[in-house]
């Protein structure tokens, strides 16, 4: 059954009833006593607020510039379609709560296939605690979904803005895994099976890193941002917003065996320029890093350092110390 012989409110009450039946996750909402008034169905969604800090975040995915269905599953689409948005939330130190969903899609779009994109929605919407509330629906010529996220948090969240020379630069876990993905599936590269599954499930399949923001910020981290465009594109965002530069160091880049088996050659650059890691990038003082990187998952390191410098200069230094200018290679809708 396609979308049109369904037509748009009946598949608007279809989904509707998915997301309010399939609702199972952790009330992250409850914990700052947040209460959902509004659900779903009515003309806007209604909470109560409490006295804490509200965060807010929007990101769009369309088919063929970030997503193929040739390598992205429906499932695993409505999965990353909401961790990009999640992955904002962490990296401010905030849990998220409550998701609108926006759908466009040409008529001849299967039912079956939304609700799979739904499915996905809701396994990851059950695994970090976020309830679909509502959204919109309209005719495209190509396939776009956009999530807006609201997530909340107690006291100021963590920023770009915010790192300081002497700084450390640090990370939460291993670079590239997503960006290998993608490279081994869209240029049908073979790899050892064990490899080539563990790239392609970073890929389909990231896991954000909300429990790892909110102790970076309980243990006094002040300075953080996601890994979604790359590490050269973000490191180099989060130096231009603080008026500094960084160094890097090649090899204390954190990259998992599977993506070096791989990509012997040019695991570097996938770590470096890969994009959709969603892991967590962050600055702080070296006792501070010292101190949270044991309570980290597997791969998180310190990997350089924020110095004084052209605003949004990233340098990488080599195992025999040449230095490089990394250019900002990661993902720009425009470049």
Not at 23 to 45: E, I, K, Q, S, Y
Not at 161 to 177: E, I, M, N, Q
Not at 252 to 270: G, W
Request: aromatic content about 6%; some cysteine.
């Amino acid at each position: 059954m396609q979308i049109r012989d369904l037509g748009e409110f009946g598949l608007i009450e279809r989904l509707n009833s998915m997301v309010t039946r399939g609702r199972r996750g952790p009330d992250n909402g409850a914990t700052h006593n947040f209460r959902l008034l509004v659900d779903t169905g009515d003309d806007t969604a209604a909470w109560t607020a409490a006295d804490a800090t509200e965060l807010f975040t929007t990101d769009t995915v369309v088919e063929g510039i970030h997503f193929t269905r040739e390598t992205t599953p429906w499932p695993d689409l409505g999965w990353k379609s909401l961790a990009s948005n999640i992955s904002d939330i962490a990296a401010m130190g905030g849990l998220p709560l409550y998701a609108l969903i926006t759908l466009g899609l040409p008529p001849e779009t299967e039912v079956a296939d939304i609700e799979e994109l739904y499915r996905g929605m809701l396994e990851i919407g059950e695994k970090y605690g976020v309830a679909i509330v509502g959204g919109d629906m309209v005719r495209s010529p190509v396939i776009f979904i956009t999530v807006a996220l609201t997530g909340v948090r107690t006291g100021s969240p963590m920023l770009r803005t915010t790192a300081r020379a002497g700084d450390l630069v640090a990370v939460t876990g291993f670079l590239g895994s997503s960006g290998g993905g993608l490279k081994l599936m869209l240029e049908g590269l073979a790899a050892p099976e064990d490899a080539a599954a563990f790239l392609r499930e970073a890929h389909r399949h990231p896991h954000p890193a909300v429990a790892e923001g909110q102790m970076l910020s309980q243990s006094g981290v002040l300075t953080a941002m996601d890994v979604s465009d790359g590490l050269a594109d973000d490191l180099s965002k989060l130096c231009l917003a603080s008026g500094l530069a960084a160094r890097i160091y090649a090899d204390q880049v954190p990259v998992h065996p599977y993506l070096r088996q791989a990509f012997p050659d040019d695991y570097l650059e996938s770590a470096l320029n890969g994009g959709e890691d969603y892991l967590l990038l962050f600055t702080a003082p070296e006792e501070t890093v010292k101190e949270v990187l044991p309570n980290l998952p597997e791969g998180a390191a310190s990997i350089g350092e924020i110095v004084d410098g052209p605003a949004g200069q990233v340098t990488l230094v080599s195992p025999n110390g040449e230095e490089t200018v990394v250019s900002r290679a990661g993902w720009d809708h425009f470049g």
